[in-house]
């Protein structure tokens, strides 16, 4: 009953360090997607994965890399990490769009990594 | 133009009273909208989502949805202390969420 976990929970960089957020769900959903919230910005798509196989770019793509491992894990990797990059990371996962009305049923979002990048 | 936007806030109101968050939008091919309620330091939790024009209840809770005046809006009624939260508006971009940065709540007893 884990729904979507995400570790590590803190993390403190130094600038130019690297490092992997990881992002796990046991709830059998096709998409997974990487946020990063920042106050008064609200929560801006970094990148996700439709399906097993694919990834693509969202709003603030750069600096981050991602891959799909398999269908319940998705990564987000920092090769260089920077100070705009201290922020809250957000990993969230949603069912395939379905028959319903307007088809998509939203997002369950694991417990977020608070990283500060010194 | 941001894609959605609230107001945000704090809006405070006195316990018991209702509260009325609003969000609009700029897609009009927007299909499916979304509210989500996030605690501080905290994830944000689906509270209610919406996808036909009207009204939708779930307990305290009432969506609202106008699709021709893009706007949806959150009522909250008998408001709570706990209801203390920043309120998130999401409306979808295909299979994507593009959300509003919040709408800060705070409940006075």
């Known amino acids: 009953n884990a729904g979507v976990t995400q570790t590590p929970k803190f993390q403190v960089l130094k600038t130019g360090q690297s490092m992997t957020l990881q992002c796990a769900q046991d709830m059998n959903h096709n998409s997974m997607y990487w946020y990063r919230q920042d106050p008064g910005m609200g929560l801006r798509l970094i990148y996700y994965?439709?399906?097993?196989?694919?990834?693509d770019k969202g709003e603030v793509p750069n600096g981050y890399n991602v891959s799909r491992l398999n269908k319940r894990e998705f990564s987000l990797r920092l090769e260089s990490a920077a100070p705009s990059q201290t922020s809250v990371y957000f990993c969230?996962?949603?069912?395939?769009?379905?028959?319903?009305?307007?088809?998509?049923?939203?997002?369950?979002f694991g417990s977020g990594t608070r990283l500060t990048v010194v | 133009q941001k894609e959605v936007e609230q107001n945000s806030g704090p809006l405070s109101v006195p316990e018991g009273a209702i509260a009325s968050l609003n969000c609009t939008y700029s897609d009009r091919v927007s299909q499916s909208f979304f509210w989500y309620r996030q605690y501080s330091g905290k994830s944000p939790e689906l509270i209610m989502s919406i996808y036909s024009n009207g009204d939708k209840e779930d307990g305290r809770f009432t969506a609202q949805l106008n699709k021709a005046s893009q706007y949806v809006s959150l009522l909250i009624r008998d408001s709570q202390p706990s209801d203390s939260a920043t309120y998130l508006c999401a409306v979808s971009k295909g299979n994507k969420l593009v959300f509003g940065a919040g709408t800060i709540l705070r409940v006075k007893s």
């Open positions: 969230a996962s949603s069912p395939p769009m379905g028959n319903a009305v307007g088809g998509f049923y939203g997002y369950t």
């Open positions: 994965s439709a399906s097993e196989g694919t990834t």
